[in-house]
């Protein structure tokens, strides 16, 4: 899919552009290989302990070392971090500020089974905050873009649409996603998790990271799950935000380290959240 190599963000931080830059490079070299598996007879192993399943695919590693080996040509000093990868080898760069945290396809029980809710998940990380994140889906020829503090997304057609978050404040009228109540490990969080789909107006599960796009589309009103790594949420996060979105923990600190996240459409609604979810 040919994008702009710049969103349309005025910054005069060099750094950023050529990463975002370089995020929309990588995410056209992974989209041809993902796509070259996607809906195609493929090999699943389970990389997860007995009685579990945690699947991978060649085209998750592939895309990976595709995504680590662009990073490393432009970036050589920046730190990667990614699902597939081996990363305590990718610690000894000269910036040990900035890091690339990187998911190859965010949603591979979706993209072994057929369904378009999988995405390649690209962030930049400063050592603070994500200040650039991408949400590539390949199938539906869709890219999300978190930058400046606003959202993108370039669509099949050519076009661009900066996104923005719905209005809606109280649980009764809200739209929830989660991927799956298998995440909640923690007896207590399903509880509170099973308590809060009781009150809104609808609970949809299976979106994967394309939940979190959807939030920003304006298309529902939240997304609470639980169990995230660092890669599974940081490039979703200012994709969420830029649209007036808002992500945390259930604590209301920051996500970027992963683990229990709410990610919801305004401030308000996500106080509301966040006080449902800790009563």
């Known amino acids: 899919m040919q994008l702009p190599r710049y969103a349309p963000v005025d910054t005069p931080d060099s750094l950023l ?3 975002l830059a370089l995020a929309n490079e990588a995410c056209d070299a992974a989209a041809t290989v993902s796509l070259s598996y996607f809906r195609q007879p493929m090999d699943v192993r389970n990389k997860a302990s007995e009685g579990l399943f945690d699947p991978v695919t ?10 680590r080996a662009k990073v490393a040509e432009q970036f050589p000093d920046h ?3 990614g699902e597939e990868g081996d990363n305590a080898q990718q610690e000894s760069g ?12 965010d ?3 979706a993209f072994i089974t057929g369904m378009p809710a999988w995405g390649t998940l690209i962030a930049l990380f400063d050592g603070e905050q994500v200040v650039l994140g991408l949400m590539d889906q390949p199938f539906l020829q869709e890219r999300f873009v978190g930058f400046g503090g606003s959202t993108y997304l370039y669509t099949k057609q050519g076009l661009m649409q900066q996104l923005a978050t719905r209005n809606t404040a109280s649980l009764d009228k809200a739209i929830i996603q989660c991927t799956t109540t298998e995440m909640f490990k923690n007896p207590t969080e399903l509880a509170s998790f099973n308590r809060l789909a009781s009150t809104v107006a609808m609970t949809r599960y299976g979106g994967d990271c394309y939940a979190y796009a959807l939030l ?10 639980s169990d995230l790594q660092p890669y599974d949420i940081q490039a979703l996060i200012p994709i969420v935000t830029g649209a007036g979105g808002v992500v945390t923990n259930w604590q209301g600190d920051s996500a970027v380290a992963g683990g229990s996240i709410v990610a919801s459409a305004n401030p308000e609604l996500h106080a509301v959240l966040l006080d449902s979810l800790s009563s």
């Open 17 to 19: 552009q050529e990463a």
């Open 58 to 67: 060649e085209a998750d590693k592939k895309v990976e070392l595709l995504i």
């Open 79 to 81: 730190n990667f971090f």
């Open 94 to 105: 000269a910036d040990k500020t900035h890091t690339w945290v990187v998911d190859p396809i």
């Open 107 to 109: 949603g591979t029980r």
């Open 216 to 225: 920003a589309m304006g298309y529902i009103d939240a997304v609470v799950e």
